[in-house]
């Protein structure tokens, strides 16, 4: 039977992947040009796939990384950047993904921020990351993963780029059930082969889609590798973007296939065999203890 006929057109998850260089902003001026850059590309996703439920956006979308004067950029979720790109989302139907440098609420450093903002206008998902990357990134670390409903049976889960590097973070939002996990990221050179294969590994090992989208060129301090992916569940890469230069592209998923994959999979089912261990030779259920002792003693 084929997929279609299966599924349906109305089960199938269309997202758009969209890889760019924002301007590594100085000053509000130069982040108020990154958002009318980022609608801009949104107008383009929709122009020319229409119908498109979910358009994600690398990491730093809204400020880039300016080298020194980076802090002067920081914005509150409430302010009119994070209002400007939520009426774009509402007036065009459409979910979207953004990252942006949040203000700390008690004068910290800020907090590397990923928003999902739904078809509503509403930001349905924050995430703060949880890893940032030493020694550079002078972010307040978040401390809680979080997935969220989205579109066509989607259950959609954010990490932020080495986020991505570390299996914890993959793996946590997937037993949190997330189906398609969103990996907005600034993955720079020389570190080109891992971005690829991390993406494939955290598909394979949690049977989740991953969505990962990185900027691209080179701004004051790196080069980014670019190649965003969508990655299949059995971590084949479905799409692909270049490594040197701006684009998009789309790709329909299928949420409900990786939901049925968790409950059917006979071999390879790696999130019930996690927990399950040996339930072949000890059925139904297998041992059930937590035999990790880095995960019980951790302090």
């Known amino acids: 039977m084929a997929l279609g006929s299966a599924h349906g057109v109305d089960s199938a998850l269309s997202v758009v992947l969209v890889q760019m ?6 000053d509000r001026a130069e982040v108020r040009q990154n958002v009318e850059t980022l609608c801009a590309w949104m107008d383009r996703a929709m122009a020319g796939f229409p119908g498109a439920d979910l358009i994600v956006f690398p990491e730093g979308s809204l400020q880039g990384y300016h080298v020194t004067n980076w802090l002067d950029t920081v914005v509150d979720l409430s302010g009119p950047e994070v209002a400007a790109l939520a009426a774009h989302c509402k007036r065009l139907g459409v979910w979207a993904h953004f990252s942006l440098l949040e203000r700390h609420p008690h004068g ?3 907090f590397n921020t990923s928003i ?3 078809s509503a206008g509403e930001i349905a998902l924050r995430y703060v990351k949880v890893n940032p990357w030493v020694p550079l990134e002078e972010c307040t670390p978040g401390d809680e993963f979080c997935v969220v409903d989205g579109p066509k049976g989607a259950r959609l889960g954010v990490i932020t780029c080495y986020d991505g590097d570390l299996p914890e973070s993959a793996r946590e939002v997937a037993m949190m059930g997330a189906n ?19 993406n494939q590994a955290r598909a394979w090992e949690n049977l989740m889609y991953v969505v990962a989208v990185n900027q691209v060129g080179t701004d004051p301090m790196y080069t980014y590798t670019g190649r965003s992916m969508a990655v299949n569940f059995d971590g084949r890469i479905l799409a692909e973007l270049s490594r040197d230069a ?7 998923l299928y949420p409900a296939l990786v939901d049925e994959a968790r409950r059917q999979y006979g ?8 927990t399950h261990r040996g339930h072949s030779a000890l059925p139904p ?4 203890h937590n035999p ?3 995960y019980r003693d951790w302090k």
Do not use: C
């Open 21 to 26: 260089r924002p301007i590594s902003a100085a």
């Open 246 to 252: 701006e684009g998009m592209t789309k790709v329909d």
């Open 108 to 110: 910290e450093k800020p």
């Open 292 to 294: 990790y002792r880095f």
């Open 180 to 198: 398609v996990l969103i990996r907005g990221a600034a993955y720079m050179e020389p570190y080109g082969a891992p971005w690829v294969f991390t």
């Open 285 to 288: 259920d297998g041992l059930t």
């Open 267 to 274: 071999e390879q089912n790696h999130l019930f065999n996690l």
């Open 116 to 118: 999902l903002i739904d």
